[in-house]
C-alpha cells in the first residue's frame, strides 16, 4: 500500500518522465526489440517454482523488453535525481537497472522473492518496514547474507509523513533505522524511501538529518494492488529503460502475483542484456 495519495506534481513529474523516455530514445536499437526467447533462454525459470507461471502458455503476450545498449542512455539526465529531491533513476551506464522491493520483510513472500533473486543471481534493495523488521530479525539477516541492499521504509509506514510533525517523522527514521540495525547484526540503511513516495522538504531534511538519501522509482507497476500477473508483466517490460528504478513488494498482502510476475519478467531482462545493479 504505498501509492496512495500521490502529490500531482510527483505524477506530473513521472509523465514528464516517461515523455522524456519515450521522446528522447532514438537509438535504432531500441527501435528495434530483439525477439522473445521462449524456450533456449540462458535464463531458464527456477526447477522447482511455487508454482510456476512458465509451466503452461501465456494466454497474454508477454511484450519484448527494450534491448539497451552498453553506453547508451536514453534517459534524461534531468529525470535522473532532481537536486535536493529523491532519486528516481540510477546513473545510467547504458544496461544497468534496479530492482527494488517494499513493504517487508514478511514471512511467506521474503523468501520466495529471496529464492528467486537467488536462482537468476540479482541484487536488489529491500525498502523495508522497522517494525516488520524488528519482528522477523532472522529474515532480516538472511537479505543481508544474500548480499542485497537494505533501505530505510519509516517504522510504521504511514502514508501521511509529510503531515507528522518533524519530530515524529524523525522518529519513523530513526526507529526503522535501529529495529534493522540490531536485526542484521549492525547494518545501518544508507537509503530511504517515503511511503507511497509521498516526500515533502521537512521528509527530505530528515532524511538528510538521518545521513540517507532519498531513493524514488521509475517503474510501478502497482503491484501491491493486485492488478493481475499480465498488468505486472507488462509494466515492467514495457516501461523499463537503461537506469530504471523498478518498484515491487514482498510486504503488505498476499504478493502471489508479484512472484509470478517477476518469475516471468525477470529472466526476460537479463535476456534483453540488463544488468541488476543496486541505487
Ligand atoms: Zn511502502
Known amino acids: 500500500m504505498t501509492a496512495l495519495n500521490r502529490p500531482v506534481g510527483r505524477r506530473l513529474l513521472l509523465a514528464m518522465g516517461a515523455l522524456a523516455l519515450t521522446g528522447g530514445c532514438t537509438h535504432a536499437g531500441h527501435a528495434a526489440p530483439k525477439s522473445a526467447k521462449p524456450s533456449g533462454s ?3 525459470p527456477p526447477s522447482t517454482p511455487s508454482p510456476s507461471p512458465s509451466a503452461s502458455p501465456t494466454p497474454w503476450q508477454v511484450p519484448t523488453p527494450v534491448t539497451p545498449t552498453p553506453g547508451v542512455c536514453p534517459v534524461d539526465p534531468n529525470f535522473i535525481q532532481k537536486p535536493g529531491g529523491p532519486q528516481h533513476y540510477l546513473p545510467c ?6 530492482l527494488t522491493i517494499d513493504d517487508g520483510p514478511d514471512p511467506e513472500w521474503t523468501p520466495r522473492v529471496l ?3 537467488a536462482h537468476y543471481k540479482i541484487p536488489a534493495t529491500f525498502c523495508m518496514i522497522g517494525r516488520r523488521a524488528a519482528a522477523n530479525p ?19 509506514h504511514p502514508l501521511n509523513l509529510p503531515g507528522l510533525p518533524p519530530a515524529q517523522i524523525n522518529d519513523e527514521l530513526n526507529r526503522a533505522t535501529d529495529a534493522i540495525s540490531t536485526a542484521s547484526g549492525g547494518h545501518r540503511p544508507t537509503l530511504f524511501r517515503a511511503p507511497g513516495g509521498n ?3 521537512a521528509v527530505l531534511d530528515a532524511c538528510a538529518a538521518a545521513g ?9 507497476p502497482r503491484d501491491w494492488s493486485r492488478p493481475g500477473v499480465p498488468h505486472i508483466v507488462q509494466t515492467i517490460l514495457t516501461r523499463t529503460r537503461p537506469g530504471s528504478i523498478i518498484l515491487n513488494h514482498d510486504g503488505g498482502g498476499n ?12 529472466p526476460r531482462l537479463l535476456d534483453a542484456g540488463y544488468h541488476f545493479t543496486q541505487p
Not at 93 to 98: D, K, L, M, R, V
Not at 212 to 220: G, Q
Request: aromatic share 6%; proline share 7%; charged share 15%.
Open 199 to 201: 516526500w515533502s522538504p
Open 212 to 220: 540517507m538519501r532519498p531513493l524514488d522509482w521509475s517503474v510501478d
Open 115 to 117: 529464492a528467486l533473486l
Open 255 to 266: 504478493r502471489q502475483q508479484t512472484i509470478e510476475a517477476l518469475t516471468i519478467a525477470l
Open 138 to 156: 532472522k529474515l532480516v539477516a538472511a537479505v543481508v547474507e544474500a548480499g542485497h541492499h537494505i533501505a530505510n521504509h519509516t517504522f510504521t
Open 93 to 98: 551506464e547504458g544496461t544497468n537497472i534496479a
Open 42 to 44: 540462458p535464463h531458464p
